[in-house]
T-cell receptor, first 113, second 113 residues
Framework: EAAVTQSPRNKVTVTGGNVTLSCRQT?????MYWYRQDTGHGLRLIHY???????QIGDVPDGYKATRTTQEDFFLLLELASPSQTSLYFC????????????FGHGTKLSVL | AQKVTQTQTSISVVEKTTVTMDCVYE???????LFWYKQTASGEIVFLIR??????ENATVGHYSLNFQKPKSSIGLIITATQIEDSAVYFC??????????FGDGTQLVVKP
């Protein structure tokens, strides 16, 4: 079974603070995704990547940077966090070998005070 | 415009009955994938079932099946013989050719004894 690990599980920061959310997958998947989940909005795509060094812009990218350092690791960066970025963040991976289905991490709950 | 639309916010059924959840999507791609995921009370998101756009046969996995109506851009999820543990939020998702994956806002299913 594919494994996607997110860290930290919970994070509290202040407005203007820097935050890095980490995601690691151990299944050699090419594609990795960052989503945010807010009440009433389902899952919204922030950024995604199809390999180390690649970054694709999602639907709600403002205020977020991301970097894929290796095939396994995908980071989401909030350089000047704002209260509007308080949310539940999910990382996921997929590939053709997994029939295109997404494997999700357990999520990171971020609060920006 | 939203790419994936789930109009049913919440559905309540009695256990052992059949429930259908609606989903419509919008795409210009000729080839795409459609998925249903389930988010449990603990927040975990798991894959349920998938439909390839080029396949006419409706996908079936266990007590989950799909009602794929391509001309209507519709992919309904049918759960037969519902159980209490089916209570969750169900998300419809679409993967386009550029590997972007869009989610609907979800449908809350409550299965009562």
């Amino acid at each position: 079974e594919a494994a996607v690990t997110q860290s930290p599980r919970n994070k509290v920061t202040v407005t203007g603070g820097n935050v890095t959310l980490s995601c690691r997958q151990t299944n050699s998947h090419n594609y990795m995704y960052w989503y945010r989940q807010d009440t009433g909005h389902g899952l919204r795509l922030i950024h995604y990547s199809y390999g180390a060094g690649n970054l694709q812009i999602g639907d709600v990218p403002d205020g977020y940077k991301a970097t894929r350092t290796t095939q396994e690791d995908f980071f989401l960066l909030l350089e000047l966090a704002s209260p509007s970025q308080t949310s539940l963040y999910f990382c996921a991976s997929s590939d053709r070998i997994s029939n295109e289905r997404l494997f999700f991490g357990h999520g990171t709950k971020l609060s920006v005070l | 415009a939203q790419k994936v639309t789930q109009t049913q916010t919440s559905i309540s059924v009695v256990e052992k009955t059949t429930v259908t959840m609606d989903c419509v999507y919008e795409t210009r791609d000729s080839s795409y994938f459609l998925f249903w995921y389930k988010q449990t009370a603990s927040g975990e998101i798991v894959f349920l079932i998938r439909q390839d756009s080029y396949k006419k046969e409706n996908a079936t996995v266990g007590h989950y099946s799909l009602n794929f109506q391509k001309p209507k851009s519709s992919i309904g999820l049918i759960i037969t013989a519902t159980q209490i543990e089916d209570s969750a939020v169900y998300f419809c998702a679409m993967r386009e050719g550029n590997n972007r994956i869009f989610f609907g806002d979800g449908t809350q299913l409550v299965v009562k004894p």
